[in-house]
C-alpha cells in the first residue's frame, strides 16, 4: 500500500522487503495487523529522517544501509563503529577532523537502528532497575548512554539517527556487554502524546518551608506533599548494601534560601537521575519525610506515586503551612558539640564547577584522566553510573561541586566526591584504544584499597602509581592480571594488595573508620576523604631492575673520584704501577635511603641456568641476588624459587673494575686516562626481611603450582625414586674442560660452567608412596663404600647455591623408566667411568637437567643416625704452624681487604680469545678466642675461576673449605683457592662500620711467641736514629731520578713524573722494651719534626742528587755516619737527627713486622755488653721488637692530661 507505492525500482522494492522482515522478525508483537502498521510507521519515520538531511542524491529511501538488530550488533560487531543516517561523506569527513591529532576516528558503518528505549533491563524483575538505560527489541537488550533524557521517551519505539557502538574489550573500567551511545535525540517511529500538567494548580511547598519542616519536631498531619523549586545540586547514583539512590538539592534562584535535600530511592525513579539538569526549576509530587538509618537528620523521600514535572508557575499555588499542625513552631534540632568541633577543626578545600574535555586517560583502572591537557580529574571517589564506560579521550564533561586540589600530583587535580555530579556533555569521536581484558579487576582493586583504607587523594595517588609499577614489572609475562589484582574467594587479599601492604599498613592502618555516604553527601559542611588533605613524600616506589641497575650504576660511576679513593698525602709517594693497581678495583654498597623515593626491591627469584646464582626477575631484566635466611645460615630450600620477593632492607653493591694508565699522581683528576671501566651490580639481603609471596594460580588467590616459564623447579611426579644425601664437600662453580660422546663419536672438546658436590648415601632407594616415600630398600653389602660422586654441568648448575656441606638433601628422579640401580650403582657413560679413575669414588652421578633436590631429613629412617649440620674449621695452630706447607686447611674469616693481583691489561692466550687475568688477593681476618686481636692472612683466588662468587666484599664474613696452606719466601703462611675448594657467604658486611681504637699498650707486652694483639698503640720515647733514606724515583719504572731525570739505561720511559719516597727507623722505648719501628714517606717528615715547607724544601734539595742515605752504626751521644759524602745536606740530616727535635717522647700507632703468620721461631735472648764509665757490665736482653708504623704524633701537654 504506502510502502508498496514508495517501491518505484527494483533496488527500492528488495530493500523494503529486506526491512519487512527484519520489522516482522525483531519489532513486531504477535499481531499481524499491528505488524503491518508498524512496517508502514518505520518507513516513513526513515523516509522522513532522510529526506530532512538533504543531499539524499534524489533517493527517497536509503538504499545503503541495512538494518541492525540488538543481538546482531552484540554477536557480530566486534569493533567500534559509528553510524550517521543523515550525514554525507563530506560531512563524516568533517566530523571525524574533530578528533585530536594521532589519533583515529571512529570508523563509519552504514547500519539503522531501532528499538524501544527503557530503563528495565530485559525481563528481569521491575525492582532491578538501577537507573541505567537501554535500547530492546525483540532479540534482545543493549545498555545506552544518552546525554539528555526526556521521560515520555521511556517505552516507546524509536529509530536512532545518529549513533556509536562500543564493544566490550573497548570499554574503560567495565566488565559487562557492549553499550550503544545516542549522539542526537532519537526520533519515535510514532508519534508520541504530550503529557499535560494538572488540570487545576497543585499545592507546593517552597525550598524554605520544606526545609523548617524537616527540622520541627512535632509530628505533621499530612504524610504526602508536592515539593519545588530549583535543582541547585545533584549527587551521583550510589549503591551500598544492595540499594541504589541518590539525593538532589532543591533550592531557590538565590543563594541565601536554603536548599532542601531528597531521597530518590524508588527503582522506577532512578532514572529521573538521566532527566534532571541544574538551574532547572521542577515539582516533586506525593513526598514525604523520611528517616535515614546512621544519620540524625531527617530528608525528603519521594514514594511509589511520585512524579517528577517540569515547574510551571501556572499550575502551583503555595501552600499553606498552618494546614499541617497547630503548633508548627520552627525547632531546629541541636546540633552536637563534637559535630561543630569537627566541621570547625576540617581544612576546607576549595570547590567548583568546570566543564572540559578528556584529553588523555592516565590510569584507567584508577580513575585518573587529563582534562584540556592541563588538568587532572580523579573518578575513584565517585561512583558512576556503570564505572564511567563512556569517559575516553574526547568526551566532554561537565563536573559539578568538585574538589581542586592546586599541589597534590604534577599538575592540578579534580576530584568529585559522592555529593558531587559529572554529566556527560558529548561523546567522544575518537577510536580508542582496545582495554585489557583485565582492567576490571584493576578497577576492583583500586576500589577495595580505597574504601577499605579510606585513603585520602595524595596516599590514593601514590597507591595507584605504586600498583602501576608492580603491573608493567610483572603483567604478563611472569605474573597474569588476574593473578595480581583479583582476591580469593575466600576474602584474602589479592597479590597486588599484599605488596602494598607494609607500606599501607604504616600510613592507613585498617580499621581506620568507614566512609559514611550520607555524611557525605547530606552534610553542609560536609565531611568526605577529599575535604582535608596534607602533601605526601612517596613512601617508597617499585622500579624497574633494569633502571634500578642502571641508577645505582650511575651513581656508583658519579662519585667515582680517583683522588677520593686515593688521598693525596698517600698518593704522592705512589709510583704509577701501585697507582693503577689501587684502582683497579673499589666497590660501593647502596643503601635504599641513597634514592627517592625509597626503592623496594620487588621480582620472581630464579636460579640461573647459565651462571650458577640467583636472581631476582622483572620483565625490564634480572638482578644477580646474594641471599642469606639468618647470619651464618645456609639458604637450601628451592621450594622458594618461583616466588615474588618483596624487600625494603637490602644493598645495591657495585663493583668498579678500572683499566687505567695514570702517569703519576698529579693526574690524578684527568679522566682521560682512564681507558676502560667495568661494573659488576648485584644486592644482598636476608630473608627475614623479606616478603615472600607464592605466585597464586590463575583462577584463585592460593598458591599454586604452576608458575611462569624457568621460574620453579620441576616438581615431583607421583612416580619416581629418591635416595637421602649427606653432602660432605661441594667444589667451586668454574668452566672445567669435559668431553662428553654421544654413542661412539667423541664431541669436541668444550668448556662448560660445572661444580662437584661428594657426599654419603643415606640408607637405601626409595619409591613414591602417595604424598610421601616408602621405606629404603635394603642394601646388599652394608660394608659396600656409600660415597657418591655427583657431577653438575649444563642446566643443573641452577642448583649451585643451595647445595652445602653437612646438610642432607633427597635426590629426586621423577622419571620411572629410569633404571632403579641408577642410585645403587651410579651412571655407567664413560663420562662417569673416567671421573671415577681420577678421583677413586665407586660411584658416579651425572645430574640430569630433570632431576630434583629438596632438603632431607633422614629421621625415621631405620639404621640412619641423625646427623647435624656443622662445618668443620682447622684449628690457628694447623694453619699458622702446620708441618706441611701443601696441607688443606678450613676456616671462617671476615675479609679485611680485596685487590687486584694482576692489572686488567694483563691478558693469557686461549683458543682465539683473549681472557683478562683476574687474580684477586683476599686478606682475611682470622678469629681467635686467645687473642685480643685477629690475625691478618691472605687468600688468593687465581685465573682460572671466573665468574668469582658474589660477595666477596670488605666486612663480610666467608667460610673457606679445603684451601690450599702455602709459605712464602719470606716464611708468610698464606691459602691458595683451589678448584676443588669452596666458600660460603655467612655474613654481610655492615652498613656503618664500626670503628674501634687500638688499645694502648707496654712494649713488653709484644714479647712472646704469641702476643694478644698486633696492632696496638704505645708512649714511648725516640732514643736514636738508625737509618734514614730520602730519594726520588721513576713513577713509571722506578727507577732513581737524578735531578728530575730517570738514570735507567734503555729506552726512555713514557712518563718524566717521577715520585719521592722516604724511611727512617727509629730506636724507641717505653721503659719495659725496645723496638725499632720504621716510618715512610709522609710518616718520616712528622718523625722529623718538620712541617710542611720544611719538608718541601728539603725534598727539592734531594731531587738534584736523587737519594740521600744516612746510616747510624749504633745508638749512642756520638752516632758515627757511614755516608760517601759529607756536603752540607748530610750534615743538615745528621744534624737533625741528633737533635732533641727528633730525639722526643712520641705517641707511637703501629702494627707488628713479625706476623703471627710467620713460622720462623723468636730468636733467643743473647749477651749484651755495656760500659758504664770504667765498669763493664753483661747482660742478658731479649731481641729488639720490629714495628710498622701506623701514625705517631706528638703526646697531649700535661695540663690537658690533668684536666
Avoid at 519521594?302 to 513552631?329: G, Q, R
Avoid at 564505572?387 to 579521550?393: E, L, S
Avoid at 622458594?640 to 618483596?646: F, M
Wanted: net charge neutral.
Amino acid at each position: 500500500m504506502a510502502a508498496e507505492e514508495l517501491a518505484s525500482s527494483g533496488p527500492e522494492q528488495a530493500w523494503l522487503q529486506v526491512v519487512h522482515s527484519f520489522i516482522q522478525k525483531n519489532l513486531c508483537p504477535t499481531s499481524k495487523d499491528s505488524c503491518s502498521k508498524l512496517v508502514e510507521a518505520v518507513i516513513e519515520c526513515v523516509k522522513a529522517t532522510w529526506a530532512s538531511s538533504g543531499g539524499t542524491g534524489g533517493l527517497n529511501l536509503p538504499l545503503s544501509y541495512s538494518f541492525v538488530s540488538v543481538q546482531e550488533l552484540k554477536s557480530h560487531q566486534h569493533l567500534p563503529c559509528c553510524s550517521h543516517l543523515p550525514r554525507r561523506s563530506t560531512e563524516y569527513q568533517a566530523w571525524a577532523n574533530k578528533t585530536d591529532p594521532g589519533t583515529s576516528p571512529l570508523p563509519k558503518e552504514r547500519l539503522l537502528l531501532l528499538g524501544t528505549l527503557t530503563d528495565q533491563p530485559g525481563n528481569l524483575d521491575p525492582e532491578c532497575r538501577d537507573g541505567s538505560l537501554y535500547v530492546k527489541d525483540n532479540s534482545g537488550t543493549l545498555d545506552c548512554e544518552l546525554l539528555d533524557l526526556d521521560l515520555s521517551w521511556l517505552g516507546h519505539l524509536f529509530l536512532f539517527p545518529s549513533w556509536s557502538y562500543m564493544p566490550p574489550a573497548w570499554q574503560q573500567r567495565s566488565s559487562g556487554s557492549g553499550h550503544l551511545e545516542l549522539w542526537c535525540p532519537p526520533v519515535p517511529v510514532l508519534p508520541l502524546i504530550p503529557k499535560h500538567g494538572p488540570e487545576t494548580p497543585i499545592k507546593v511547598l517552597f525550598p524554605e518551608i520544606a526545609s523548617q519542616l524537616l527540622q520541627c519536631r512535632r509530628k505533621i498531619r499530612r504524610q504526602q506533599l508536592n515539593l519545588t523549586g530549583q535543582l541547585v545540586r545533584l549527587s551521583t547514583l550510589v549503591k551500598t548494601h544492595g540499594k541504589t539512590y541518590f539525593v538532589l538539592f532543591l533550592g531557590g534562584p538565590s543563594s541565601v534560601i536554603t536548599s532542601v535535600p531528597i531521597i530518590v530511592q524508588i527503582p522506577g525513579h532512578l532514572v529521573w537521575h538521566h532527566a534532571l539538569r541544574p538551574s532547572c526549576s521542577y515539582v516533586l509530587t506525593n513526598m514525604q519525610i523520611s528517616t535515614i538509618r546512621g544519620f540524625s537528620h531527617r530528608v525528603w523521600a519521594t514514594s511509589a506515586s511520585s512524579e517528577l514535572m517540569s515547574l510551571d508557575p501556572e499550575h502551583i499555588l503555595e501552600f499553606n503551612v498552618e494546614e499541617l499542625t497547630s503548633e508548627a513552631v520552627h525547632n531546629p534540632l541541636p546540633v552536637s558539640s563534637s559535630s561543630r568541633q569537627q566541621c570547625n577543626s576540617i581544612r576546607q578545600v576549595r570547590m567548583l564547577s568546570y566543564k572540559g574535555t578528556v584529553t588523555k586517560v592516565l590510569n584507567g583502572p584508577a580513575g585518573l584522566y587529563e582534562l584540556d591537557g592541563q588538568l587532572c580529574l580523579c573518578l575513584a571517589y565517585q561512583q558512576l553510573p556503570n564505572n564511567g564506560r563512556a569517559i575516553r579521550p574526547g568526551v566532554q564533561l561537565e563536573l559539578q561541586d568538585v574538589h581542586f586540589f592546586q599541589s597534590v600530583g604534577r599538575a592540578p587535580m579534580l576530584a568529585p566526591c559522592l555529593r558531587g555530579t559529572v554529566w556527560l556533555r558529548g561523546f567522544s569521536q575518537q577510536e580508542s584504544p582496545k582495554q585489557s581484558p583485565h582492567s576490571f579487576c584493576g578497577v576492583v582493586m583500586h576500589l577495595r584499597l580505597l574504601l577499605e583504607r579510606c585513603l585520602g587523594l595524595p596516599l590514593y595517588l601514590w597507591t595507584a602509581k605504586a600498583l602501576e609499577e608492580i603491573t608493567s614489572k610483572l603483567c604478563p609475562h611472569l605474573l597474569r592480571h588476574r593473578q595480581l589484582q583479583q582476591s580469593s574467594a575466600s576474602g584474602t587479599a589479592g597479590v597486588g594488595e599484599l605488596l602494598l601492604a607494609p607500606t599501607l599498613d604504616a600510613l592507613a592502618p585498617p580499621g581506620r573508620p568507614i566512609r559514611n555516604v550520607y555524611q557525605e553527601i547530606l552534610e553542609d559542611p560536609h565531611y568526605c576523604p577529599l575535604q582535608e588533605y596534607t602533601l605526601l613524600q612517596p613512601p617508597c616506589s617499585f622500579p624497574a631492575l633494569a633502571a634500578l641497575k642502571e641508577d645505582g650504576q650511575h651513581r656508583a660511576w658519579a662519585i667515582f673520584d680517583p683522588v677520593t679513593l686515593l688521598p693525596l698525602p698517600e698518593a704522592t709517594f705512589l709510583t704509577s704501577c701501585v697507582l693503577n693497581s689501587r684502582l683497579a678495583w673499589s666497590w660501593v654498597c647502596l643503601s635504599p635511603s641513597v634514592f627517592q623515593p625509597l626503592p623496594v626491591l620487588l621480582g620472581v627469584l630464579v636460579a640461573s641456568s647459565h651462571r650458577g646464582w640467583l636472581q631476582l626477575r622483572d620483565q625490564s631484566g634480572s638482578l644477580p641476588c646474594l641471599l642469606l635466611p639468618k647470619p651464618s645460615q645456609a639458604f637450601i630450600d628451592p621450594q622458594l624459587i618461583g616466588s615474588l620477593v618483596r624487600v625494603e632492607q637490602f644493598q645495591l653493591v657495585v663493583e668498579r673494575e678500572v683499566k687505567s694508565n695514570f702517569p703519576s699522581w698529579k693526574e690524578l683528576g684527568m679522566p682521560e686516562f682512564i681507558q676502560e671501566r667495568r661494573t659488576n651490580i648485584y644486592v644482598i639481603f636476608s630473608l627475614d626481611d623479606a616478603l615472600i609471596l607464592p605466585i597464586p594460580g590463575p583462577c584463585s588467590g592460593h598458591p599454586s603450582t604452576q608458575g611462569p616459564p624457568q621460574a620453579k623447579f620441576p616438581k615431583a611426579l607421583p612416580k619416581g625414586q629418591s635416595r637421602l644425601l649427606l653432602v660432605t664437600h661441594k667444589e667451586c662453580l668454574m668452566k672445567r674442560n669435559y668431553q662428553s660422546s654421544q654413542g661412539a663419536c667423541p664431541l669436541p672438546s668444550k668448556h662448560t660452567l660445572s661444580f662437584h658436590v661428594s657426599g654419603t648415601w643415606l640408607g637405601g632407594v626409595q619409591r613414591k608412596d602417595g604424598d610421601g616415600w616408602s621405606f629404603p630398600e635394603p642394601l646388599g653389602d652394608e660394608s659396600q663404600d656409600q660415597k657418591v660422586f655427583l657431577l653438575f654441568l649444563g642446566p643443573s648448575i641452577r642448583w649451585f647455591e643451595f647445595l652445602h656441606p653437612g646438610q642432607q638433601y633427597r635426590l629426586i628422579i621423577p622419571d620411572p623408566s629410569q633404571s632403579p640401580s641408577l642410585l645403587k650403582e651410579g651412571d655407567s657413560s664413560p663420562l662417569s667411568q673416567r671421573i671415577l679413575e681420577l678421583t677413586g669414588y665407586t660411584s658416579c652421578l651425572i645430574v640430569q637437567d630433570d632431576w630434583i633436590l629438596e632438603p632431607g631429613n633422614s629421621q625415621g629412617i631405620p639404621g640412619v643416625l641423625g646427623i647435624g649440620p656443622g662445618l668443620s674449621e682447622s684449628s690457628l695452630t694447623e694453619i699458622l704452624s702446620g708441618s706441611s706447607p701443601g696441607s688443606f686447611v678450613s676456616f671462617s674469616a671476615e675479609i679485611l681487604s680485596r685487590t687486584l693481583c694482576v692489572p686488567l691489561s694483563g691478558t693469557t692466550q686461549q683458543g682465539n680469545s683473549l681472557m683478562p687475568q683476574r687474580g684477586v688477593k683476599l686478606t682475611v681476618a682470622l678469629d681467635a678466642a686467645d687473642l685480643a686481636s685477629r690475625i691478618p692472612i691472605d687468600v688468593y683466588i687465581e685465573t682460572p675461576h671466573p665468574p668469582l662468587p658474589l660477595g666477596l666484599l670488605p666486612g663480610t664474613r666467608v667460610y673457606f673449605q679445603q684451601l690450599e696452606r702455602k709459605v712464602s719466601r719470606f716464611q708468610n703462611v698464606y691459602c691458595r683457592f683451589l678448584p676443588s675448594s669452596y666458600l660460603r657467604i655467612l655474613c654481610f658486611p655492615a652498613e656503618a662500620p664500626v670503628s674501634s681504637n687500638l688499645p694502648h699498650i707496654y712494649l713488653a707486652e709484644l714479647q712472646g711467641n704469641s702476643p694478644e694483639t698486633t696492632r696496638a698503640s704505645a708512649s714511648c720515647h725516640v732514643v736514636s736514629v738508625l737509618s734514614i733514606q730520602l730519594l726520588w724515583i721513576c713513577a713509571h719504572c722506578t727507577s732513581i731520578c737524578m735531578q728530575g731525570q730517570c738514570n735507567r739505561q734503555g729506552p726512555p720511559c713514557p712518563t718524566k713524573a717521577s715520585v719521592s719516597q722516604a724511611n727512617i727507623r727509629l730506636l724507641v722505648e717505653d721503659g719495659t722494651a725496645e723496638a725499632v719501628v720504621t716510618c715512610t714517606n709522609q710518616q718520616v717528615a712528622v718523625a722529623l719534626g718538620l712541617g710542611p715547607t720544611e719538608w718541601f724544601s728539603l725534598m727539592e734539595l734531594v731531587r738534584v742528587p736523587g737519594r740521600v742515605a744516612l746510616h747510624f752504626t749504633r745508638a749512642g751521644a756520638q752516632p758515627e755516619f757511614t755516608g760517601t759524602t759529607d756536603d752540607s745536606l748530610m750534615l743538615y740530616l745528621r744534624m737533625l737527627c741528633a737533635s732533641s727535635a727528633v730525639l722526643r717522647p712520641i705517641v707511637l700507632s703501629f702494627e707488628l713486622v713479625r706476623k703471627p703468620t710467620r713460622v720462623m721461631p723468636l730468636e733467643p735472648p743473647q749477651l749484651h755488653r755495656f760500659q758504664f764509665g770504667e765498669i763493664p757490665i753483661l747482660t742478658h736482653m731479649v731481641p729488639r721488637l720490629n714495628l710498622s708504623c701506623l701514625s705517631l704524633r706528638d703526646p697531649e701537654p700535661l695540663q690537658n692530661l690533668s684536666s
